[in-house]
């Protein structure tokens, strides 16, 4: 818990654990600003219509769904708390 | 059959199907084959309360009147689910470690427990859900009256009134059955759960239904419904950014903070498991349901006449077109929406209300006497039934008084900012350990405050609660205070204008009044915990016990989570304590472990104040703050092994002082027993020698001399008889030789043997029980049985020194167990003799003495060796033994 005890570089599997955390952290925020990019197009009149927007929303949204799919489904909650500083066992240094 | 009539049957019908659906699954549960009834797919479906009859009518009639703008409002909680990492992680966490019951509770737990801050939470939410509910019995009634007008033969229109007054009585009775059949808000409401999960699946289907029957069948296919949209009014993608933008925020933030969510989201949560599924799986409800919503509202302005009412589009499209089975399933899709929210609301808000009001003035107007008044769980329920019913009556007033008219369709965004205000103090507590009591209280008063003065008031319209010259002018002529233009910011859309006040102002007055104050150490020890609840699960408790009277904890426990909750409780603890029985030593951790054990049934702040009122003041100590404080998370490690360690010595020691002193005891009396043994033998001894020379040296004895003198030697040697067969039965149990002869018989025959052969009823002593309950099939020895009963009933009898004596026989099934309880309402067994009654030759109380002291014992060996136990249950009226006996599974006779 104290932060000597947390080492500096992990195991593979860890490491790849731990991005898979940050990109869960990322994605609302990504999800959020493509939310907003309709908002540019206003009054453009190539693309200003219901149907574009209404196209991209559901678009987003789909692969929103995939994303937090894909992520959530190799996040595991348990371990990842915990297996950062108990992985030290290879001692392969990769970050 | 009119189309009203079949209606109107379909309804009730679907309103028996719910009935049945969440009857079986409270049954399932109770009978432990429910584990499906936990799985994340039924979680997933819990969580489609978010979308109310305001989503199934009323998206539709947003989208005919702004477009796309309707989607924010499932936008926002797709990013909550999504980014679930961040939050919701941490909030299931906390919420299953700290057992809350509610958003009020969880607030008042972070910040020290504070009641003051839970009364707060609990009247925003209800002054907030309130008109939300009414709005569902405006959408039940709504859409009833549009299927009657259609109907030709439906002479007399339905009264609206009374039909949401029908509704509102079943929602209350569904809720009051299925919501509060245990009193700990934490044990899950599977009933209600499931009914909410099928009403799920219906609405969805039901708005896909409609939305393919407008694409395919009345626009026909993709490509011309997208042409139309081309062509409709709102085809134009001119949307506000500010709304767009606040609109999205501030769903997220209600999907977050409704009580409604926050009851299925955090407290009906069983594993984290569950959020990752609901993480992808409930977004793609939320697109599902709102994926036909814009050609269903481009369709209905075209096809409707002028004037047509857009929120009910997803049902009169179907009508006009005399599709009345897609028309029937559309409205029980929206009764399911309306139906669902007002369930969970009710139970949420009720939950609140009992637990942060209602308890907490009954405790103080009951004189605070948690120990000696009465069954506070009765009183918990009723209260939270009582609740459900206020809550409910009170979203029908609100109905009722506005006339069902434009003010509520607006309800569901001021709702939504009303509850947002929650947001900084939730947040704030789980993320900033600095977050203190006192900016809690400031952010949501004045929060609360902006809210009220500049969207719910106004929202009644101009004049009606507040005068038109404080809209034109400002409060008291200070034209800065215009509701709708606060502070000068004239022309923003009302809604984003509260939303960005309030929330400036309650995030500015939390954040200063956090910095500005010092919190009391009961709030740093729970904001510690609260903030590190991911890292470390517990940090040691705030109680200083050893002044506490287990006992008298396990009566009060007893009155607020049941009798066998309670018990399993403290046998649990007083086991992991190595001390054997019930009564565990009060030690901090125990106490921590029953006040959050109680905090399921009452909430924090309550069950914080009954534990101190008996163990007799919260002391967080010095070594509390100090394992808190980060600096010392070193030291503390290294403390906390020496710590674990020295509980482990102390544990064996205890066990050993124990043993040491069963056996000092057990010694002294068997030096007792042998002296006892030796007179016992010795009278019958001395009488038959005595009278067999009399027989035999006496000459002229009359045969009823000889016959009387024979048989008071016959009676002495079977007496001495007896007393040998007890202890060679005794040393045979013992050696474990013994015979088993299993037999099938129910126990109320067996029990009514038991009775008969220790002398029955009456000459002052009565037996109670309840037959009913004693219809359990056993496959055991049953006279060996019945000897363990036998000796209860005739100890009871012996010993029991009220007048009536009252024999109290219960018998209950519990996890594959039967537990026979004996209690009699004599003055007991001390508690300094609990340890030594079931040992050999041990008697309590010389007085009455007419056995030697082994019936105890034998009963013990008997129970050890059918597989069972036999002990002293300590907390009862008078002296109680509890005699327990696994049984085969199913073997319950037809009761």
Same mark, same amino acid.
């Given at each position: 818990?104290?932060?000597?005890?947390?080492? !500096?570089?992990?195991a593979r599997r860890?490491?790849?654990?731990?991005? @898979? %955390?940050? #990109?869960?952290r990322v994605?609302p +925020?990504?999800?959020?600003v493509?939310?907003?990019?309709?908002l540019l197009?206003?009054?453009?009149?190539?693309?200003?219509?219901?149907?574009q927007? !209404?196209?991209y929303?559901f678009?987003l949204?789909?692969?929103?769904? @995939? %994303?937090? #799919?894909?992520?959530?489904?190799? +996040?595991?909650?348990?371990?990842?708390?915990?297996?950062?500083?108990?992985?030290?066992?290879?001692?392969?240094?990769?970050? | 059959?009119?189309?009203?009539?079949l209606?109107?049957l379909?309804?009730?019908?679907?309103?028996?199907?719910?009935?049945?659906v969440a009857?079986?699954?409270?049954?399932?549960?109770?009978l432990g084959?429910?584990?499906w009834?936990?799985?994340?797919?039924?979680?997933?479906?819990s969580?489609?309360?978010?979308c109310?009859a305001w989503?199934f009518?009323?998206?539709v009639?947003?989208?005919?009147?702004?477009?796309?703008?309707f989607v924010?409002?499932?936008?926002?909680p797709?990013?909550?689910?999504?980014?679930?990492?961040w939050?919701l992680?941490r909030?299931v966490?906390?919420?299953r470690?700290?057992r809350?019951?509610?958003?009020?509770?969880?607030?008042?737990?972070?910040?020290?427990k504070?009641?003051?801050l839970?009364?707060l939470v609990?009247v925003?939410a209800?002054?907030?859900?309130?008109?939300?509910i009414?709005?569902q019995l405006?959408?039940?009634?709504l859409?009833?009256?549009a299927?009657?007008?259609?109907?030709p033969?439906?002479?007399?229109?339905p009264?609206?009134q009374?039909?949401?007054?029908?509704?509102?009585?079943g929602l209350?009775?569904?809720t009051?059955?299925?919501?509060?059949?245990?009193?700990?808000?934490?044990?899950r409401h599977?009933?209600v759960?499931?009914a909410?999960a099928?009403?799920?699946?219906?609405?969805?289907?039901?708005?896909?239904a409609?939305?393919v029957?407008?694409?395919?069948?009345?626009?026909?296919?993709?490509?011309p419904t997208?042409?139309?949209?081309?062509?409709?009014?709102i085809?134009r993608?001119?949307?506000?950014?500010s709304?767009w933008?606040?609109?999205t925020l501030?769903?997220?933030?209600a999907f977050?903070t409704?009580?409604?969510?926050?009851?299925?989201?955090?407290?009906e949560?069983e594993?984290?498991?569950?959020?990752?599924t609901?993480?992808?799986?409930?977004p793609t409800?939320?697109?599902?349901?709102?994926?036909?919503?814009v050609?269903?509202a481009?369709?209905?302005?075209?096809?409707?006449p002028?004037?047509?009412?857009?929120d009910l589009?997803?049902?009169?499209?179907?009508?006009?077109?005399g599709r009345?089975?897609?028309?029937?399933?559309s409205?029980?899709?929206?009764?399911s929406?309306?139906?669902?929210?007002?369930?969970?609301?009710?139970?949420?808000?009720?939950t609140?209300v009992?637990?942060h009001?209602v308890?907490?003035?009954?405790?103080?107007?009951s004189g605070?006497a948690a120990?000696?008044?009465?069954?506070?769980?009765?009183v918990?329920?009723?209260?939270?039934?009582?609740?459900?019913?206020?809550?409910l009556?009170?979203?029908y007033v609100?109905?009722?008084l506005?006339?069902?008219g434009t003010?509520?369709?607006?309800?569901g965004l001021?709702a939504?900012v009303?509850?947002?205000?929650f947001?900084?103090?939730?947040?704030?507590?789980?993320?900033?350990?600095?977050?203190?009591?006192?900016?809690?209280?400031?952010?949501?008063?004045?929060g609360?405050a902006?809210?009220?003065?500049?969207?719910?008031?106004?929202s009644?319209?101009?004049?009606?609660i507040?005068?038109?010259t404080v809209?034109?002018h400002g409060?008291?002529g200070q034209?800065?205070l215009?509701?709708r233009?606060?502070?000068g910011?004239?022309?923003?859309?009302?809604?984003?204008?509260?939303?960005?006040?309030?929330?400036?102002?309650n995030?500015?007055?939390f954040?200063l009044g956090?910095?500005?104050?010092?919190?009391?150490?009961l709030?740093?020890?729970?904001g510690?915990q609260?903030v590190?609840?991911?890292?470390?699960?517990?940090?040691?408790?705030?109680?200083s016990?050893?002044?506490a009277q287990?006992?008298?904890?396990?009566?009060?426990?007893q009155?607020?989570?049941?009798?066998r909750?309670a018990?399993?409780?403290?046998?649990?603890?007083?086991?992991?304590?190595g001390?054997?029985g019930?009564?565990?030593?009060p030690?901090p951790?125990?106490l921590?472990?029953?006040?959050?054990?109680l905090?399921?049934s009452v909430?924090a702040a309550?069950?914080?104040a009954?534990?101190?009122?008996?163990v007799g003041?919260?002391a967080v100590s010095v070594?509390d703050?100090?394992?808190v404080?980060?600096?010392?998370?070193?030291?503390m490690e290294?403390?906390?092994?020496?710590?674990?360690?020295s509980q482990?010595?102390?544990?064996?020691?205890?066990?050993?002082?124990q043993?040491n002193e069963t056996?000092?005891q057990?010694?002294?009396?068997?030096?007792?027993?042998?002296?006892?043994?030796s007179?016992?033998?010795?009278?019958?001894?001395?009488?038959?020698?005595?009278f067999s020379?009399?027989l035999?040296d006496?000459?002229d004895?009359?045969?009823?001399?000889?016959?009387?003198?024979?048989?008071i030697?016959?009676d002495e040697t079977?007496r001495?008889t007896?007393?040998l067969?007890?202890l060679?039965d005794l040393?045979v149990?013992?050696?474990?030789?013994?015979?088993l002869n299993?037999?099938?018989g129910?126990?109320?025959?067996?029990?009514?043997r038991?009775?008969r052969?220790a002398?029955g009823?009456?000459?002052?002593?009565?037996?109670?029980?309840t037959?009913?309950?004693?219809?359990?099939?056993?496959t055991t020895?049953?006279d060996r049985l019945?000897q363990?009963?036998?000796?209860?009933i005739?100890?009871?009898?012996k010993?029991?020194?009220a007048k009536?004596?009252v024999?109290?026989?219960?018998?209950?099934?519990?996890?594959?167990?039967?537990?026979v309880?004996?209690v009699?309402?004599?003055?007991?067994?001390?508690?300094?003799?609990?340890?030594v009654?079931?040992?050999?030759?041990s008697?309590i109380?010389?007085?009455?003495?007419?056995?030697?002291?082994l019936?105890?014992?034998?009963?013990?060996?008997?129970?050890?060796r059918l597989?069972?136990d036999?002990?002293?249950?300590?907390?009862?009226?008078g002296?109680?033994?509890?005699v327990?006996l696994?049984?085969?599974?199913?073997r319950?006779?037809a009761?």
């Amino acid at each position: 818990m104290s932060p000597e005890r947390t080492p !500096l570089f992990l195991a593979r599997r860890s490491y790849r654990r731990r991005r @898979l %955390a940050d #990109a869960a952290r990322v994605l609302p +925020l990504i999800g959020g600003v493509l939310i907003c990019l309709p908002l540019l197009w206003k009054g453009s009149p190539v693309s200003g219509g219901t149907v574009q927007a !209404l196209i991209y929303i559901f678009g987003l949204w789909m692969v929103l769904i @995939l %994303a937090s #799919a894909i992520v959530s489904r190799h +996040l595991r909650l348990d371990e990842s708390d915990r297996e950062d500083w108990i992985a030290r066992d290879d001692g392969a240094a990769e970050e | 059959m009119t189309v009203l009539n079949l209606l109107i049957l379909v309804c009730l019908l679907y309103v028996v199907l719910l009935f049945a659906v969440a009857f079986a699954a409270d049954r399932a549960a109770r009978l432990g084959r429910g584990s499906w009834l936990r799985s994340s797919v039924v979680y997933t479906l819990s969580l489609s309360i978010y979308c109310t009859a305001w989503t199934f009518y009323g998206a539709v009639g947003f989208a005919a009147r702004s477009g796309l703008e309707f989607v924010t409002i499932y936008l926002g909680p797709t990013l909550v689910m999504v980014g679930w990492w961040w939050t919701l992680r941490r909030l299931v966490r906390v919420g299953r470690s700290q057992r809350i019951t509610s958003i009020a509770d969880l607030i008042s737990s972070r910040y020290g427990k504070s009641n003051l801050l839970a009364v707060l939470v609990t009247v925003l939410a209800v002054v907030a859900t309130t008109p939300y509910i009414a709005l569902q019995l405006q959408s039940v009634t709504l859409s009833f009256a549009a299927f009657a007008a259609t109907d030709p033969e439906a002479t007399t229109l339905p009264d609206m009134q009374s039909t949401a007054l029908w509704v509102a009585v079943g929602l209350a009775l569904f809720t009051i059955l299925f919501g509060t059949r245990n009193l700990d808000a934490n044990e899950r409401h599977h009933g209600v759960v499931m009914a909410i999960a099928l009403e799920a699946v219906v609405k969805l289907f039901a708005l896909l239904a409609v939305g393919v029957f407008v694409v395919w069948g009345l626009s026909g296919g993709i490509g011309p419904t997208l042409d139309r949209i081309e062509t409709s009014p709102i085809a134009r993608f001119d949307v506000s950014g500010s709304r767009w933008v606040g609109l999205t925020l501030l769903s997220a933030m209600a999907f977050l903070t409704l009580p409604r969510m926050f009851q299925v989201l955090v407290v009906e949560n069983e594993a984290d498991e569950h959020l990752r599924t609901a993480a992808w799986a409930f977004p793609t409800y939320l697109m599902l349901m709102s994926l036909f919503v814009v050609p269903i509202a481009v369709v209905g302005l075209d096809m409707m006449p002028n004037g047509a009412n857009p929120d009910l589009f997803v049902l009169t499209l179907p009508l006009m077109e005399g599709r009345d089975g897609l028309a029937i399933l559309s409205f029980l899709g929206g009764f399911s929406s309306a139906t669902s929210m007002v369930i969970v609301a009710a139970i949420a808000l009720s939950t609140m209300v009992s637990n942060h009001v209602v308890m907490p003035l009954w405790l103080h107007y009951s004189g605070m006497a948690a120990v000696v008044s009465g069954d506070v769980r009765t009183v918990a329920l009723m209260a939270r039934r009582l609740s459900i019913a206020g809550v409910l009556f009170l979203g029908y007033v609100y109905f009722r008084l506005s006339g069902g008219g434009t003010a509520l369709a607006a309800i569901g965004l001021i709702a939504f900012v009303g509850v947002a205000q929650f947001l900084p103090a939730l947040m704030g507590g789980l993320f900033w350990r600095g977050a203190t009591r006192t900016g809690a209280l400031a952010g949501l008063v004045l929060g609360a405050a902006v809210w009220l003065y500049c969207l719910f008031l106004p929202s009644f319209g101009p004049s009606a609660i507040l005068p038109q010259t404080v809209f034109d002018h400002g409060l008291w002529g200070q034209s800065w205070l215009r509701p709708r233009a606060l502070f000068g910011a004239e022309g923003m859309d009302p809604v984003i204008h509260a939303l960005m006040w309030s929330m400036l102002l309650n995030i500015s007055a939390f954040i200063l009044g956090s910095l500005l104050s010092f919190p009391r150490p009961l709030e740093r020890l729970q904001g510690a915990q609260f903030v590190n609840s991911l890292d470390n699960p517990g940090t040691p408790g705030g109680w200083s016990g050893g002044m506490a009277q287990s006992e008298d904890l396990l009566i009060m426990a007893q009155r607020i989570m049941g009798a066998r909750e309670a018990q399993t409780l403290f046998s649990a603890a007083a086991q992991r304590q190595g001390v054997a029985g019930y009564l565990p030593e009060p030690s901090p951790d125990f106490l921590q472990e029953l006040e959050r054990a109680l905090a399921g049934s009452v909430g924090a702040a309550t069950a914080h104040a009954m534990v101190g009122q008996i163990v007799g003041g919260a002391a967080v100590s010095v070594e509390d703050l100090m394992a808190v404080a980060d600096e010392t998370a070193q030291i503390m490690e290294y403390s906390s092994q020496l710590e674990a360690k020295s509980q482990e010595l102390a544990r064996t020691a205890r066990q050993l002082r124990q043993a040491n002193e069963t056996l000092t005891q057990i010694s002294v009396q068997k030096d007792g027993f042998l002296s006892q043994i030796s007179h016992e033998l010795r009278t019958p001894m001395t009488s038959i020698r005595a009278f067999s020379e009399i027989l035999r040296d006496t000459q002229d004895l009359t045969p009823e001399e000889q016959n009387k003198y024979a048989a008071i030697i016959h009676d002495e040697t079977v007496r001495l008889t007896r007393l040998l067969d007890d202890l060679l039965d005794l040393s045979v149990l013992e050696n474990g030789q013994v015979e088993l002869n299993i037999q099938t018989g129910t126990l109320k025959a067996l029990l009514d043997r038991s009775v008969r052969a220790a002398g029955g009823d009456g000459n002052g002593f009565r037996i109670r029980r309840t037959r009913a309950s004693e219809q359990v099939e056993l496959t055991t020895d049953l006279d060996r049985l019945a000897q363990v009963f036998i000796n209860l009933i005739s100890n009871a009898r012996k010993y029991c020194d009220a007048k009536p004596a009252v024999l109290t026989i219960r018998a209950t099934i519990s996890d594959g167990q039967l537990v026979v309880d004996f209690v009699d309402n004599g003055s007991g067994i001390p508690t300094d003799k609990h340890a030594v009654i079931f040992e050999k030759f041990s008697r309590i109380g010389q007085t009455k003495a007419s056995g030697a002291g082994l019936g105890l014992a034998i009963c013990r060996e008997i129970m050890e060796r059918l597989g069972g136990d036999i002990s002293y249950l300590p907390g009862q009226e008078g002296a109680a033994f509890r005699v327990t006996l696994p049984l085969a599974p199913g073997r319950m006779a037809a009761a």
